[in-house]
């Protein structure tokens, strides 16, 4: 059973009144909560100093964030870029630690993470808690903890994203991936079958018994890589309200640690982070530019607040009135299939609805007017923090607030719904926008190289929706050798889980054979999905020999083989 932390309210105003954030995230390390979010090192190759990191580790303080959980594989710039982000944690107050990807690393690789722990844990910039450094990963199951421990040399708080049914006595805490309902098997609910986010919940926390549990929060997910490169895939979860409930759902539950899924993982679209913020492209650009998303930031930061307070209510932390809107730019029904890069819509698309999401931030009640194309409706909003919709509808997206017959707030979106599919493609990622308006958010050039590969149609690579957009390359460049990305998996928790409480064990890992056919360097061969659950992508050296029509996925980054 989780323990409820226990924590006074002159621990919040420690966050707010101390000098000036220092002394209550100390505290916090000791026994409180913590919120971190998964910042994806695998993209950012391209960073010069510790100044690059600057912008993203202060914008995640503000909204109440405490350290960025730094997701990394095997690349040749990871310690550049770590001693860089380190630095920039120290010198901006904040906290980091590493999250060893093991879609790159192996569980057989103690001595090298125990070396890069140790390199890394005494810095200022280190998270600690419970006096401890905090580590954890993105998989890892299996790995020989013990070992870890004695080549890091130091005390560490294990929190890895195991699977909860492994030995529990190895970790002090866990990381639970599954941000997303699913379908128990890596993809989007299917009738019948619906593993959901608090189900997992229940698994972790009953597994953990009282120790650390890390709960994921994630307000999207959309991935549409087709042939352009080596590692297609395209599928969804279900988003929608998804950032609303989930957020309500921590206030209630109350873990000690929160972990928001992510930073900047824009492949995935699962990023609260900025466009702008530094990074290169791996083809995803063609759905992620022109599509904001730091609106999900602005709505968590009274939730954070309260999360921290111990609250179960946000109303009280709402500051200023705003509203939140995020919707597709397109309807379902519209046909991309002649001119998309994949051709086919994305798996779990279904599972969306079209519509036009309000969270209303109010300090005092009022009524809030959401328009769509033709589509118009109308709210009387609370005190505190409600959510709405509106159904979609093709054209101009406006949004008001008034009080009294009196217009208090009104914005018109920069981005239509359109009734043609944007640069050919099928794109299901959320645009996201607050009224008042915030500050423009683009792409860089090096986040654009890559826009034009594989598309059919003609379409600029530069935003569009901001005043001055910057100029971008559109010659291609390769993606980094290692994404580092969180991938298809979504570790789910139990399998048959149809109840929002079930606390059923996840499908066990059926350990693939190992064989000598295929070509040189494929050494195992994969005949069924659940011999790589809970990824359910082919990693470097495995083959499918399975049936054609259920071949799965290619990991990010995997090579050689995934596919004869």
């Not at 890091?152 to 994203?161: E, K, Q």
């Not at 505190?384 to 509106?390: D, L």
């Not at 050919?424 to 915030?438: I, R």
């Not at 029509?549 to 050689?560: F, K, T, V």
Request: charged fraction near 15%; proline fraction near 7%; aromatic fraction near 10%.
């Amino acid at each position: 059973m989780l323990r409820k932390l226990v924590f006074a309210a002159l621990q919040f105003a420690a966050l707010c009144h101390a000098s000036p954030f220092q002394e209550s995230l100390v505290e916090r390390q000791n026994g409180g909560r913590l919120v971190f979010a998964h910042f994806m090192m695998g993209i950012v190759p391209n960073r010069r100093s510790a100044s690059d990191y600057d912008a993203d580790m202060l914008a995640a303080k503000a909204a109440g964030i405490d350290a960025f959980a730094l997701n990394i594989g095997t690349d040749t710039y990871n310690q550049e870029q770590l001693n860089y982000a380190y630095e920039s944690a120290a010198n901006n107050n904040m906290k980091a630690f590493i999250s060893f990807d093991f879609h790159y690393w192996k569980t057989s690789d103690t001595a090298a993470i125990g070396y890069l722990i140790k390199t890394y844990g005494s810095k200022p910039g280190q998270l600690k808690v419970d006096n401890k450094v905090f580590v954890s990963s993105f998989l890892g199951d299996g790995i020989n903890v013990a070992q870890v421990r004695q080549a890091a040399g130091m005390d560490i708080y294990f929190a890895p994203n195991w699977v909860p049914t492994g030995d529990r006595n190895a970790v002090d805490g866990a990381l639970n991936w599954a941000a997303w309902d699913n379908d128990c098997a890596g993809r989007a609910p299917k009738p019948g079958r619906n593993c959901t986010v608090e189900s997992g919940d229940a698994a972790y926390t009953n597994w953990l018994a009282g120790k650390g549990y890390i709960a994921p929060v994630s307000p999207w997910f959309f991935t549409h890589f087709g042939n352009e490169v080596s590692y297609p895939k395209n599928f969804m979860f279900p988003g929608d309200l998804l950032w609303f409930d989930r957020w309500n759902q921590m206030l209630q539950l109350s873990p000690r640690f929160i972990e928001i899924l992510t930073w900047n993982d824009y492949g995935e679209s699962h990023y609260v982070g900025p466009l702008s913020s530094k990074h290169t492209d791996d083809g995803n650009s063609k759905w992620v530019n022109d599509m904001p998303h730091t609106g999900f930031l602005d709505m968590a930061k009274p939730y954070i607040a309260a999360y921290k307070a111990g609250q179960t209510s946000a109303a009280s932390y709402v500051t200023q009135d705003k509203l939140v809107y995020w919707y597709k730019p397109t309807l379902k029904t519209l046909n991309c299939d002649s001119t998309d890069t994949v051709g086919a819509r994305p798996d779990g698309y279904d599972t969306l609805e079209d519509a036009v999401f309000v969270v209303a931030m109010l300090k005092q009640a009022g009524r809030v007017t959401a328009t769509s194309g033709s589509n118009s409706r109308g709210f009387d909003a609370p005190a505190g923090i409600s959510a709405w919709k509106v159904p979609m509808g093709v054209g101009k997206q406006t949004f008001k607030l008034e009080r009294s017959g009196q217009q208090v707030l009104s914005v018109t979106s920069l981005r239509d719904v359109s009734n043609t599919c944007p640069c050919g493609l099928y794109n299901y990622n959320a645009y996201v926008g607050t009224v008042p308006a915030g500050p423009n958010d683009a792409l860089q050039p090096e986040g654009l190289t890559n826009f034009k590969n594989g598309l059919k149609v003609a379409c600029d690579a530069r935003p569009s929706i901001t005043s001055t957009p910057p100029a971008a390359s559109s010659t291609p460049t390769p993606p980094p050798t290692s994404r580092t990305s969180s991938t298809t998996s979504t570790r789910s928790s139990s399998p048959s889980a149809t109840s929002k409480t079930s606390s059923t064990p996840p499908v066990v890992t059926t350990t693939p054979t190992p064989t000598t056919t295929g070509r040189a360097g494929c050494t195992i061969t994969i005949t069924e999905s659940k011999q790589i659950f809970p990824t359910n992508c082919l990693k470097s050296g495995e083959i499918w020999g399975g049936s054609p029509n259920g071949a799965p996925d290619c990991c990010d980054g995997a090579r050689p083989c995934c596919r004869l």
